[in-house]
């Protein structure tokens, strides 16, 4: 069900908000954070910002191995997401087995994926070190990306015929989420 | 029903990836534009990054005066984003007007702000000439915002209890939308 993504529709993948995770590894160690503020930058090639705060352990992992992945996960993880945004590696480095985290490494990047996302994109660091440092900012130049065609098909987002738990995630705070909801078509000529 | 809002709750406003349209004026000129790529940058003060091509008009009215709006529209209000996102000003200087759009103007900002929306949050341009240059890319920080208080209560969204158009946008392409969908709590301990 997983299917590769033309780059230069991998924007539409971060069009409608969703939280996503980011992921990132070094040398073999790993880790993946819960992120809200991820959004497009560019349509071609496809770029994206998000926000990582110094704080956390995947930055450092990003800040060495130049790379990071945008993950978007479904409602059927919202457990893991919360526990992937609340738990540290630095204060627990077996974070990742005991969040009940399923991974997948993309042999290509040494990217740990994570199983039950609805779409999963691979970036280059665009280095841009006042942004980083200034507002924790990354850009990102997206170098892979791929989807579970049963929610995405023909480049674009298609809930109505999939499963509910297979709807992306909002996040408000705290423990709150919305599900993302109903299609709405506006005619062209509007 | 509209109501101030604690600027360093103004994040949330931005937290579940809605569309958003951005508005500026300058001397008297005024315009509106959808923007999907809208996203919350920090917590205290708040601020936003917003991606605007240099082909907008909205654009120069930002530069020039040095204050956006972002705004958050509804599902009610569907068609005059599709509107707002499809007519440029350089090519029709009457776009606001017949745009069906009701605008609302803050006197202290000389920002005109559109009705219909859930939320308004008004910024002050932080100058980063390198970003905008380069990746179209501006960053505000949060001086004013308000929200519609049948859907945004106690410093939370909650659809839950309004009318279903008052729903948030989510855009996806052409003139695909998704709306926000159900609430989803997950429990601290999880």
Chains 1, 2 share one sequence.
């Not at 990582?52 to 945008?70: M, N, P, V």
């Amino acid at each position: 069900m997983i299917k590769p993504i033309d780059l230069d529709r991998a924007y539409r993948l971060l069009n409608i908000g969703a939280t996503t995770l980011v992921s990132a590894a070094h040398e073999g160690d790993a880790d993946i954070m819960a992120a809200a503020w991820a959004t497009a930058l560019d349509l071609t090639p496809c770029k994206a910002t998000v926000v990582i705060d110094k704080s956390h352990y995947t930055r450092k992992l990003i800040e060495k191995s130049g790379f990071f992945a945008l993950m978007i996960p479904t409602a059927a993880i919202a457990p893991i997401v919360m526990n992937l945004g609340t738990v540290s590696k630095n204060d627990n480095p077996r974070k990742l087995e005991e969040c009940g985290t399923c991974l997948v490494t993309l042999p290509e990047y040494d990217m740990p994926l994570l199983e039950g996302c609805a779409a999963w994109i691979v970036f280059r660091v665009v280095p841009e070190l006042h942004n980083q440092e200034a507002y924790d900012l990354f850009i990102g130049e997206a170098v892979a990306a791929f989807a579970d065609d049963r929610v995405f098909v023909n480049g674009r987002w298609n809930f109505e015929e999939a499963p509910d738990d297979l709807r992306t995630l909002h996040y408000v705070a705290g423990g709150h989420f919305y599900t993302i909801g109903d299609a709405l078509e506006v005619p062209a000529s509007a």
